[in-house]
């Protein structure tokens, strides 16, 4: 097992380039299984979530190559299994994202039960009864989904809360289901619309994806396609705190901030000066302290609770105080304690977090538990006096492109060693 260590005090200053999204790479690449061809992808991004899908993929007969250029060879389009195994599925949840597919596709489908996680129970149910109204049978028992389906048939399907992977399930399921399936209700993430800009340049029909109401007309077949993978808004919007944490300037290459107003809109109110052009964002300090900033995470296009984690850090040296509250998740606040042993004054009424910026952070020994939570360990370590290590970096690896190699390049003081 690897740990960070962080000598933090260091203003970050540069330029960082943002990887492809890994909530658009997952669904992308589970969606190969609906084509008769290959899909080649362009700017996936190098995290252990999409080697653990490539993994899955290739259990289930699979090939993918990763080509010098970087793209990524995968065809799906012949699978000689069609059972998602526990062993695999139990690393990473979104490995239900190839039950819609596989039903689609091949009638049938065997897929782990995905377990909960640190932040949260995450049932599937809202994936099971949507596909039920698509036709599908669906039995749980012991541990797995056993799902089949003669041939979906398109409907309206109305999720009674909004559900990112579910809205992406079903819109995988329907391009390939009888007639018109209508997703109401549906999750309006850029990640969904990346997946459906894909999914039409295989061939299928889809309108409306990005609104609440995504409208999907089933063909016979998809082919493959070569496609580029969107620029991560939740990796960009993290490097974004790493200057306003400490006072620097960094400029992010390719993202697209149109898909980060809210979180653009929130850092403008900690007080940093924040320039967007066609590809870029920078972000300048000017080597302020931010000031408090109150926050309440809900679905796109409202403030993201994949950021939840790292306004925490950032509020925790801010001046003055603020609540942050967390409506999505029912357990995402296993930073709080862990930025608590850094001297963050930061109590928990329920699911809002009330912080008191303190003048600084010290350095301790941290433990990470979940993906966005290492992350706002991270951002913390960096601004805090002394040196701060990080144990269980393997969280930080599903969705973070090289954290350590990015920081450095910013001037952090910050090593990848083994425990
Ligand atoms: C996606 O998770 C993202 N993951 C998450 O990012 C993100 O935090 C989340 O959407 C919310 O935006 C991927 O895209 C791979 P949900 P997902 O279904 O789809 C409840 C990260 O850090 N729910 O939108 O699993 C659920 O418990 C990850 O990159 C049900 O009750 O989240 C939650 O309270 C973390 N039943 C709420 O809905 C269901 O069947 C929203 O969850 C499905 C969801």
Do not use: W
């Not at 029909?205 to 109401?213: L, N, Q, R, W």
């Not at 974004?240 to 107003?261: D, E, F, P, W, Y």
């Not at 600084?360 to 992350?375: C, E, F, I, P, V």
């Not at 190699?405 to 910013?410: A, D, P, S």
Request: overall charge neutral; charged content about 20%; some cysteine.
């Amino acid at each position: 097992m690897y740990k960070l260590v962080i000598k933090g005090g260091k203003t970050l200053n540069g330029s960082v380039k943002i990887a492809g999204s890994k909530n658009a790479a997952l669904p992308i690449l589970f969606a190969s299984i609906l084509a008769d061809g290959p899909l080649i992808l362009n700017n996936t991004p190098h995290l252990s979530d999409v080697s653990t899908t490539l993994r899955l993929l290739m259990d289930m007969g699979s090939e993918f190559i990763l080509e010098s250029d970087n793209s990524l060879f995968v065809d799906s389009s012949k699978l000689t299994k069609l059972t998602a195994e526990y062993s695999l599925v139990k690393t990473m949840r979104a490995s239900i994202l190839s039950l819609g597919p596989m039903l689609a596709k091949y009638g049938e489908a065997k897929i782990s039960l995905p377990g909960g996680c640190a932040i949260g129970m995450r049932p599937v149910n809202l994936h099971l009864k949507a596909l039920e109204d698509l036709g599908a049978k669906i039995e749980v028992k012991n541990g797995y989904i056993h799902a089949s389906a003669e041939k979906l048939i398109g409907t309206d399907v109305h999720f009674e809360q909004i559900t990112v992977t579910a809205t992406e399930n079903i819109l995988m399921a329907a391009t390939l289901a009888q007639g018109t399936t209508t997703i109401h209700n549906a999750a309006q993430e850029p990640e969904i619309v990346d997946l459906a800009n894909c999914l039409i340049k295989m061939g299928a029909k889809i309108s409306g994806a990005g609104t609440s109401v995504i409208i999907i007309e089933g063909v016979s077949n998809l082919s493959g396609a070569t496609y580029t993978v969107c620029p991560d808004r939740i990796e960009a919007g993290t490097y974004l705190i790493a200057a306003a944490i400490t006072g620097g300037k960094i400029t992010l290459k390719n993202i697209h901030h149109q898909s980060m107003r809210a979180i653009i809109r929130k850092l403008i109110e900690t007080g940093a000066e924040i320039k967007c052009d066609k590809t870029s964002i920078t972000l300048d300090m000017k080597g302020r302290k931010p000031k408090a900033v109150n926050v309440r995470t809900s679905a796109y296009p409202n403030f993201p609770t994949d950021m939840q984690a790292q306004f925490c850090a950032l509020n925790s040296i801010a001046d003055g105080q603020a609540t942050i509250t967390e409506t999505i998740f029912e357990n995402r606040f296993m930073h709080i304690p862990e930025l608590a042993r850094m001297g963050a004054e930061l109590s928990l009424e329920g699911n809002t977090v009330i912080s008191k910026g303190v003048k600084s952070l010290t350095g301790a020994n941290l433990m990470a538990t979940d993906l966005r939570a290492s992350a706002s360990l991270v951002l913390a370590g960096l601004a805090a006096q002394g040196t701060t290590t990080i144990e269980r970096v393997y969280h930080l690896d599903r969705g973070y492109e090289t954290i350590e190699e990015k920081l450095k390049l910013l001037g952090a003081d910050i090593q990848r060693i083994q425990d």
